[in-house]
């Protein structure tokens, strides 16, 4: 599956591109309803009434184009346009003049006997929230459980944010043209789209050298050709030394499940760093992962003058206040590259300026994990609308950091604009401590001096990969556990 994603803008230019190269706009709707009919006849091969709803631009020109080949296998089609046929234009006026069959009012009753309804109202740029007929012949479909097959995107979904404009249809299935959409994987879009059929129309795979999309699906193809590889002279010193720095002794559990995280990852080694009044807590439950004593910011700074020590992270469990604080700035003013979890967030809610300034004078990464309570408190005032990519976007603008916004739809996020949307975090994720985890596998794979997006974006596929892997009933320990497995599948580059 390609991973490029492209907004509705960024479609209609690839669109544009492709006509003016010479291919016409008529061959390539053709080719997009042609495509719909094969999907709704895979999917329902003993369907027989089928409901097409056109609405009065492109969209409809596609449903007009399937309407016409589902005709032809024999089907009964029932054909409905949302508008009055002569205010349609271009390519989808033409495609409605080659459509010969009946032309039903767009009325609740078409639906009697329906067994599938083909949805080529809107496509991905809708700006206005459904209402009026519209919105009354959602309802009449969600009520009768008439499965859908959306054209493009469903209708009332923004493409771009994955938006609900109003109402909208849940597709049993979706089939989109080129490339997905960013609304295809965040939610609530997500929900209402079923699974995305990518379809080739006749857009070549050139305009995107002019495009430039910043957008894509979180997957191997992204970070693959910099993960970590061993070779037979690796060592441990070469795969990187990883600090997680320990919460006070009732509160050391976290610490510990991102140490294991990043040497599960393929760190070399791994120091969980405690106060003198942890150590006998941590010491007492780890072995490959090794203790070390600190006292305060001072003692953290001293412990990481040692070069070697070249990723850390901070946050699981670590306690919100001056004390965090203290102890992030000071790791902030190392050469280490950094992952800010949970605790060391919050800890700078009230002052996040002076977080964003120390991060913004380093030259090493800094990796930021925020799930959306988190993200409020750092972000509050400054960035609080938009979409979950465009709030993720200007984040990372903003404080000068990779963001990781976690989530089922979780948005890694880069300073120079560039954006992943994850896709297979399974629900039984949601579990306390898979966080923490998940900062370990970005700290261990930063440790061994992967580029800071790729890091951040491997380790959440992977995270996602693990927990699918392992299955229903997982808990936050069986994630380091669950790794190698998904490690040995990995495609090489």
Known sequence: MT????????????????IAS???????????????????????????????????????????????????????IRLALLGDRAELKGDAAEMARRWTGPEHAFEENILEGADVVVDALFGAGLTRPIDGKTALMIEAV??????????????????????????????AATVTFFRRKPGHL???????????ETIDIGIPDRVLEDIRPKTCANGQALWAAVFPSLDLESHKYARGHAIVVSGPPARTGAARLGARGALRIGAGLVTVASEPDA???????????????????VGLSDLLADE?????????GAGVGDETRENVLALLATQAALVLDADALTSFETDSDTLFAAIKARAATVAITPHE?????????????????????????MSGAVVILKGADTVVAAPDGRAAINENAPPWLATAGSGDVLAGFITGLL???????????????????????????????????????????????
């Open 186 to 196: 965040l939610f609530p879009g997500r929900k209402c789209c079923g699974p995305v």
């Open 447 to 493: 440790a061994q001096h992967m580029p800071a997006f790729e890091a951040a974006a491997a380790a959440v596929w992977l995270h996602g990969a693990a927990a699918e892997a392992f299955g229903p009933g997982l808990i936050a320990e069986d994630l380091p556990e669950s790794l190698p497995e998904c490690l040995a599948g990995l495609t090489q580059p």
């Open 3 to 18: 991973f490029e994603l492209l907004t509705t803008a960024e479609m209609g230019e690839a669109d544009r591109l492709t």
């Open 308 to 316: 070697r020590k070249n990723a850390a992270l901070i946050g699981p």
């Open 142 to 171: 969600t009520t009768r459980n008439i499965p859908v097959i959306a054209v493009d995107v469903p209708s009332g979904i923004d493409g771009t944010s994955g938006e609900i404009k109003g109402t909208a249809f849940e597709a």
């Open 22 to 76: 010479g291919i016409a706009g008529l061959d390539l709707m053709e080719a997009a309803g042609r495509g719909v009919a094969e999907a709704v006849r895979t999917r329902y091969p003993d369907a027989r009434q089928i409901v097409v709803l056109c609405g009065p631009g492109n969209n409809g020109g596609d449903g007009f184009v399937a309407a016409r080949h589902l005709a032809e296998k024999g089907l009964d």
């Open 279 to 297: 150590l006998a807590a941590n010491a007492a439950q780890l072995t490959a992962i090794m203790v070390e004593p600190f006292q305060g910011a």
């Open 373 to 397: 309570g988190e993200f409020q408190r750092l972000f509050s005032g400054a960035i609080s609308e938009g979409s979950k990519l465009d709030r993720s976007r200007r984040a990372a603008e």
